[in-house]
């Protein structure tokens, strides 16, 4: 089956660090990987996506993700975070074997950016 | 202007009782989706429809029922409320299956 793990619930980083937020994936043939930004009390807004191509993809207010075939990862990163930044943060994959408008989602990892 | 809309945003109500939640897109997308996010925050696809037909239904139980009237509204109807039910319920949308998702803002549903 398809999945994604974020390992990490939270990660904490202060103002103009840079920052990772992980996620991890098992999938059959090529994966189609996204990642989802969540503030609160809001719905979750696209950030970037890997469908094929360059390995770094990169996306809105600064994101961008470094695809890793051999890791089966592919991270999220920001050179310097801001205070503004702090949310939850979604990975996710599309299932290309059994459903391809099924996305499964990662559980979620906050993201804490301390000034 | 709002691309994914939902109505209402805030719903609490008693155990036993019929609900509906209303989603509608002006995207122009043929494709939409219901989620529940539960309160540990995990996101759950539901269902989904595409130009008003059932492409995904989950493993969901029947007292949920969705509706699309024209493929850009897909409402959910939940019959005979449960406590468990209370969640975080999102409505999306896509331009074709499979696509980048768009998300409505959430209807918050408080079972009491």
């Known amino acids: 089956a398809q999945s994604v793990a974020q390992p990490e619930d939270q990660v904490n980083v202060a103002e103009g660090n840079p920052l990772t937020v992980k996620c991890t994936y098992s999938?059959?043939?090529?994966?189609?990987l996204f990642w989802y930004v969540q503030y609160p009390n809001r719905g979750l807004q696209f950030l970037l996506k890997y469908i094929t191509g360059d390995n770094l993809v990169k996306g809105s207010y600064g994101f961008e993700a470094e695809f890793n075939k051999s890791q089966t990862s592919f991270h999220l990163k920001k050179p310097s975070a801001l205070v503004s930044d702090s949310a939850l943060y979604f990975c996710?994959?599309?299932?290309?074997?059994?459903?391809?408008?099924?996305?499964?989602f990662g559980s979620g990892t906050k993201l804490n950016v301390k000034p | 202007d709002t691309a994914v809309s939902q109505t209402p945003k805030y719903l609490v109500t008693q155990m036993g009782n019929d609900k509906s939640i209303k989603c509608e897109q002006n995207l122009g997308h043929d494709t939409m989706y219901w989620y529940k996010q539960d309160s540990k925050k995990f996101l759950k696809i539901m269902f989904s429809y595409n130009n008003k037909e059932l492409i995904i239904n989950e493993t969901v139980p029947n007292r949920f029922s969705p509706k699309s009237p024209d493929k850009a509204h897909l409402n959910l109807h939940i019959n005979s409320l449960e406590l468990g039910d209370s969640a975080v319920y999102f409505c999306?949308?896509?331009?074709?299956?499979?696509?980048?998702?768009?998300f409505g803002p959430g209807t918050r549903l408080l079972v009491l």
């Open positions: 999306a949308s896509s331009q074709q299956q499979g696509e980048t998702q768009y």
């Open positions: 999938v059959s043939g090529n994966p189609y």
């Open positions: 996710a994959v599309r299932d290309l074997i059994y459903n391809f408008n099924k996305f499964y």
